[in-house]
């Protein structure tokens, strides 16, 4: 199993989603510079958090015309696991990959700190190694991470199951419905405003991320299993 | 409107003085020389300066880069010969050796003046300008930490300053992509008028790669990178040296681009490891000129800049304004010849400007050409080793003998020692800074061990296994107050406890940076607490042994004749050798013991409790004894390593009381505590000084730890029992009297003033 994690200018986590990678599963991680057309031989994507291109004009806004997110679209179509971290979900949106966008959060100020979230469903590649309903600690640090859409595609991703992260006690950003996290209807496209890959040790505060490398791990063997 | 900022600039590019209209029109002042200075550089040239000459001179003499106020007394820093010190202060960072091959680069720096205009883009560019110290040296930064010091927040000028500072720092150092693990924050009416924004940064890496700011090699190319070169922050440098920033435009001030700094540490670092670098150094304070000027002297070479090939943002810029001109995220590089494109390539895929804009020479001048025709041309050693050297008086002010001034001890007993304790947690000095560093991102590249809001931060290493090993503990301290009531003494606190805070967390301290904010060194006052601060630091540093390996020079705080309180900044990194020895200081676990090591307070004076309670600083400050400081850091820590150690925070601002309180709140535990005191409840309580460490230890191990402490003869009192009735209770028996003196309150009720007081503020 074989992970990729885009690098665009700006991108600040890249490393952090690499190392966590090679600390939990152990498995091969390339960083693939953004100006890279293929993502062949892949079999997780994650666009990392970080500033790509400053942020500048909007979160996501230039990053989503960069070469490898054509190649990233592919690999979503292509039913293959795409995880975005923080910016990496406000460039998913911006592409398109996912409903909905990130507002600036309700404080109108950056925010860091490690907040709880509820995993509110375990059927996807991200989280079956959690359980339905367990209450995780995860970091956040980003200013524009309030979740918005309209009522209609609200309904439409609860009526889905698309919604994997809420935040369990405080809201901090002010997000609709008070989402952390979220799938594309294939539920092969995760967006999640939290940095599981800053929580794969104890040193860190918390060991809750894992689980979600050891998800993507177990669904890719399940899924080699069955194709065998 | 419009056409008369363009007939300006057509003026400013085409209509320069001559040197004639210079001396008549003595246009020198304006740029910050003294006539002195002035007829200094006419001997030096044998001819007068032209309105490029006389502009460079002016930012290379300034107070800001020729430190000619402050160099004499800076010696008394001196580090040479330390064995731990690769590199000391005269680079762009201090270096020192950690073990296992690695080095820590490190330094702090001011960004007062511009902050005190724009406080958003001041403090921002204050941070990319210390990051940038830090990368040029080869190190990759891992951490940030600032200082930072405002007037009262009941004031909306400075929670607008404040809040925008802040956001400054956050908004640059987030997207740079390097945590920000803290600092400190202080509000006295002292800084009203001149905060002090003062950034730190912490660097790690190989030792054998240490990058230097040399212009070596005759014929090496020089690279100019990174952003283009604006109209903005010219004559930066002088305007820091100059009293009352607020008279002067904000067009001196920088604007910082992150994004831009992001990319030029990357493609820098990738640079360095490709081996296609002579010298490299950071275009910071007066820009091309200090940077081009500072290398060429480093390697005792010249460099010829031709001020054509810069790539500008704006057209018809002078050469003046090109040699001037602060443009934030910029560096200079001296390639190896011949091997331009290589370094050229890697900026490419970077998507920065590269540009060959001079070279190397072996005439030992700074020449700058305009399209290869000659704009000016002085010595480098004229420049920089030829700035003029002052012995400023120093003159003890009368302020320090007033009997007034130092009557914190003849304050009236507290009437309610619970009441003055919720007061101190409410003050925003003592009160939690989460407000501030929750807008900081203390957990990119997560490593962060201990994050903001305890004694030190620590940013752990990582190793082979792809876990961690080790751990680079760092803190930021100092004391305005003690230094304005006693400058010496004020001084080796600062040392102290920072010193006392690395050892709380579980580290050795290892080595500082200083950042040394002070008023008008014209002034005989402000001078004597100028050198009387620096020799504390210095007398202090020796007996920590932590050399001192950077810092930076801040004078001339001062508005209306009004100087801040002297502000040196002691910015300190220790390494915790195992990191099951890391502490924290929230309390852990109900029935453990309490116990305090060092001595009791022996005055009010200095502490905030006496300003709260008299409304101005009270001195004196409290004394020091640097033998029993070191003693009393080596038990802590060496108990801390027999593991006996659950919690430990240091007796700072607030004194016993707020520790107390701090500790419970954090825990989320309570207190049940009663010990013996000699004199008043709140001097036991309040008052401050004194090498003090609260440490909670299972019952077990209590005994040892005190065997400890009586061995090295550091005094040790048993102050009582963590307890899960969520109450701060506290009984002092009073050694003369009957009665018992008591402070009991809700862990709750601590917890309020303590969490709210900032955010209440600025709401």
């Known amino acids: 199993m074989r992970f990729a994690v885009v690098v665009f200018p700006g991108s600040n986590c890249d490393e952090d989603a690499a190392h966590a990678i090679t600390r939990v599963l152990g498995a091969p991680v390339d960083l693939v510079w953004h100006q890279t057309a293929s993502l062949h031989g892949y079999d997780v994507v994650i666009i990392p958090g970080g500033f790509a291109y400053g942020d500048y004009l909007r979160a996501g806004a230039i990053a989503r015309f960069s070469p490898v997110m054509t190649a990233v679209a592919e690999h979503a179509a292509a039913g293959k696991p795409v995880l975005g971290i923080c910016n990496g979900f406000q460039i998913l949106t911006e592409a398109g990959l996912l409903p909905g966008t990130l507002l600036a959060n309700d404080s109108l100020q950056f925010r860091c700190e490690i907040v709880t979230a509820r995993v509110e469903t375990t059927a996807t590649a991200f989280t079956c190694a959690y359980q339905e309903g367990q209450v995780i600690r995860l970091p956040i640090a980003h200013g524009q991470g309030a979740y918005y859409a309209d009522d209609v595609t609200l309904a439409e991703l609860r009526r889905h199951d698309q919604i994997v992260f809420r935040y369990a006690d405080e809201n901090p950003n002010g997000s609709a419905d008070n989402i952390a996290g979220i799938v594309n209807r294939q539920r092969n496209v995760l967006g999640m405003m939290p940095h599981p890959e800053r929580a794969v040790h104890e040193l860190l505060g918390s060991t809750d991320g894992a689980p979600l490398f050891t998800s993507l791990l177990r669904s890719w063997e399940r899924q080699a299993t069955h194709g065998a | 409107m419009a056409h008369e900022t363009v007939d300006e600039m057509t003026q400013s590019a085409l209509a320069e003085p001559s040197p004639e209209q210079i001396r008549a029109r003595r246009l020198y002042r304006e740029m910050g020389l003294c006539d002195e200075e002035y007829e200094r550089i006419c001997t030096i040239l044998a001819r007068e300066p032209n309105h490029v000459e006389t502009g460079v001179f002016s930012v290379m003499w300034s107070e800001h880069c020729s430190y000619k106020s402050s160099k004499r007394v800076l010696r008394l820093l001196s580090s040479a010969g330390h064995p731990r010190v690769l590199q000391g202060p005269g680079e762009n960072a201090g270096v020192i050796d950690i073990g296992d091959g690695l080095g820590l680069a490190f330094k702090m720096e001011s960004h007062n003046h511009p902050s005190a205009i724009e406080p958003f883009q001041g403090a921002a560019t204050g941070v990319g300008g210390i990051i940038r110290d830090v990368f040029t040296m080869g190190a990759r930064p891992i951490a ?81 990178v990174g952003a283009k070169t604006g109209r903005d922050g010219i004559h930066g440098a002088t305007f820091a040296s100059v009293e009352d920033p607020h008279s002067r435009e904000r067009s001196a001030v920088q604007v910082g681009d992150p994004f831009m700094e992001k990319l030029l540490l990357e493609a820098c670092l990738e640079l360095l490891d490709a081996d296609v670098v002579v010298g490299i150094q950071d275009l910071g304070a007066a820009g091309l000129t200090s940077s081009s000027a500072e290398m060429a002297s480093r390697a005792g070479s010249g460099v010829e800049i031709d001020v054509a090939l810069v790539p500008c943002r704006e057209a018809d810029m002078s050469a003046y304004e090109i040699m001037l001109s602060e443009s934030q995220e910029r560096m200079l590089v001296v390639a190896r010849r011949g091997r331009e494109e290589e370094a050229q390539a890697v900026f490419t895929k970077w998507g920065l400007d590269a540009v060959v804009v001079g070279r190397v020479t072996d005439e030992k001048t700074l020449r700058i050409l305009r399209a290869g025709a000659l704009a000016a041309e002085m010595a480098v050693t004229a420049l920089v080793d030829e700035a003029p050297l002052y012995d400023r008086p120093a003159a003890r002010p009368a302020y320090l003998d007033d009997p007034q001034m130092m ?250 009381a707020v520790t107390l309180s701090e500790m419970c709140i954090t825990g989320d535990l309570g207190a049940d505590l009663t010990w013996e005191i000699e004199g008043r409840a709140d001097l036991a309580l309040f008052g401050e000084g004194g090498p003090r460490i609260v440490v909670e230890a299972r019952e077990a191990d209590l005994a040892a730890l005190e065997r400890s402490a009586r061995e090295r003869n550091v005094p040790f009192i048993t102050l009582g029992r963590v307890s899960e009735q969520k109450t701060l209770s506290i009984q002092l028996e009073q050694a003369q009297r009957p009665e018992t003196l008591e402070l009991s309150a809700p862990i709750v009720a601590l917890r309020e003033p303590w969490e709210e007081a900032i955010p209440w503020a600025m709401r």
């Open chain 2, 144 to 224: 940030l930490l600032n200082s930072l010091r405002f007037g009262p927040l009941d004031s909306e000028r400075n929670r607008y300053l404040f809040g925008h500072a802040v956001a400054g720092i956050a908004a640059y150092g987030n997207c740079v992509g390097i945590p920000t693990l803290g600092g400190e924050v202080v509000f006295d009416p002292a800084y009203t008028h001149n905060p002090l924004v003062n950034a730190m940064c912490v660097g790690l890496m190989r030792q054998g790669r240490i990058a230097r700011g040399v212009a070596s090699g005759v014929g090496n190319p020089l690279l100019l």
């Open chain 2, 407 to 656: 009557s914190a001890d003849a304050l009236p007993d507290s009437h309610n020692l619970a009441a003055d304790l919720l007061d101190l947690l409410a003050r925003p000095t003592v009160a939690s800074k989460a407000w501030v560093y929750r807008q900081y991102d203390s957990m990119v590249r997560a490593a962060t061990a201990l994050r903001p809001g305890g004694d030190a931060a620590v940013v752990a290493l990582p190793s082979l296994d792809c876990g961690f090993q080790r751990g680079v503990a760092m803190t930021t301290d100092g004391n305005g107050r003690y230094v304005y009531l006693d400058p010496r003494t004020g001084g080796m606190h600062a040392v102290a406890e920072a010193a006392r805070n690395l050892t709380c967390s579980g580290a050795r301290p290892l080595a500082v940076t200083d950042c040394l904010n002070f008023g008008n060194p014209e002034k005989a006052g402000v001078f004597y607490q100028f050198v009387e601060s620096v020799t504390g630091i210095a007398e202090a540093c020796r007996a920590l042994d932590v050399p001192v390996v950077s810092g930076n020079v801040s004078f001339y705080n001062e508005t209306n004749g009004e100087d801040i309180f002297p502000t040196p900044i002691i910015g300190m990194v220790g390494v915790a050798d195992n990191l099951d020895h890391l502490t924290t200081i929230a309390l852990k676990e109900s029935g453990n013991m309490l116990a305090l090591l060092g001595a009791a307070a022996e005055t009010l004076g200095g502490s905030e409790y006496a300003a709260l309670r008299g409304g101005r600083p009270l001195g004196p400050t409290p004394p020091i004894d640097l033998d029993l400081e070191a003693r009393t850091q080596l038990v802590c820590r060496e108990a801390i390593q027999a593991g006996w150690v659950r919690a430990a925070h240091d007796v700072s601002d607030g004194g016993l």
